[in-house]
């Protein structure tokens, strides 16, 4: 059976070789004779999947020492509340407003103090990201969010907001997070789900400053602090330990294709492949400005909804999978996160050329 092309936007396409890993894994973890999924967590094969997922993800990234890797439960959605509920309390938090789940992200900041949306890019529907002219910082926000990567329209941040020296910066990475190298330093909080760039749904991946860490309320429920999580190595109660081994091998292929600036090369390749296309096709059109483009959810559109959808059909007769649009900007969207092949967007633009020659 060929396998299909899946440009899902999450949960996404994995690496083969870390599928076949974790077939293997299912029937007997590293020789121990159990599978992965019935150790025991605080058994000494877990505790050397932790250490390994947990060490992989400092040297990748760069991780200094005075920061916390945590792997979480609650999908990204959680960090929403988690944030401002451990760092707010009732104080005014800056966010960057650039779609759906920032704006998610600030609904949630609204249950624990005051947000100021310091720059957005709702004007135009989402189509870019603002720039620092048009950014307008509080006096002195407890933090500020924003997120790297826009996973509905298609933009993403180059780089962070220029934030004014002194204020933690808040990021949810979900859909870029390895995708390209990351000045950790930078920032006080990174966050992101593990179902796009990392591994399975259920895991949540955290680098936290432990500064930062300490601030937190201590009025909460001892599962919603992260110092819980970063004094037992997350491992409070049971973790997410199958997810956790998913992504361990997930960052394992990471570095064994050269880390992150080796997915930085093979991304925009894919990127570069697909938006040339864009460019030049005589029926596609991308739909965010240029210089917004993301490199991990391209998105665009035909000459009309109904040949947007014949195109969707068209593609997932060719095994082409995922391509629809969110319910929310409609057209195509075409997520190449880490794990897409090369071969995959190329099997696209080859549709999208088909597809143009058919209905010129
Ligand atoms: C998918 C996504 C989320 C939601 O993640 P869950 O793990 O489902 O809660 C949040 N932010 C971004 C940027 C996403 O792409």
Known sequence: ?????????????????????????????????????????????????????????????????????????????????????????????????????????????????????????????????????????????????????????????????????????????????????????????????????????????????KELVAKGARDLPTMLQYRTFAANQSMYNTPPTFGIYVLSEVLRWIDELGGLPAMAARNRAKADLLYAELDRSPVFKGVVRAEARSQMNVTFRGRSAAEDAAFVAFATARGLSGLAGHRSVGGMRASIYNAMELGGVQALVDAMRAFAAAHA
């Open 1 to 209: 059976m060929t396998r299909t092309w899946n440009f899902s936007p999450g949960p996404a396409v994995l690496p083969e070789a870390v599928l076949r890993r974790a077939q293997a894994a299912l029937w007997d973890l590293d020789g121990s004779g159990i599978g992965v999924l019935e150790h025991s967590h605080r058994g000494k094969e877990f505790l050397a999947v932790l250490a390994r997922a947990e060490a992989l993800v400092r040297q990748l990234a760069g991780v200094p020492d005075a920061y916390d890797v945590l792997f979480l439960q609650g999908g990204a959605s959680s960090q929403f509340f988690m944030v401002p509920m451990n760092f707010l309390g009732g104080a005014t938090a800056d966010y960057c407003v650039t779609g759906v789940w920032s704006e998610k992200a600030v609904d949630e900041a609204k249950r624990f103090g005051a947000v100021h949306v310091a720059c957005s890019s709702a004007e135009g529907g989402h189509t870019h990201i603002p720039d620092a002219a048009a950014t307008r910082w509080s006096a002195a926000p407890a933090y500020a969010h924003f997120t790297s990567n826009n996973t509905i329209y298609g933009t993403q941040w180059t780089g962070e907001p220029a934030v004014p020296a002194g204020v933690p910066l808040v990021c949810d990475a979900s859909s870029d997070i390895f995708s390209r190298p990351i000045d950790v330093a930078r920032y006080a909080l990174i966050y992101a789900g593990a179902q796009k760039n990392l591994g399975p749904s259920g895991v949540t991946l955290v680098i936290v400053k």
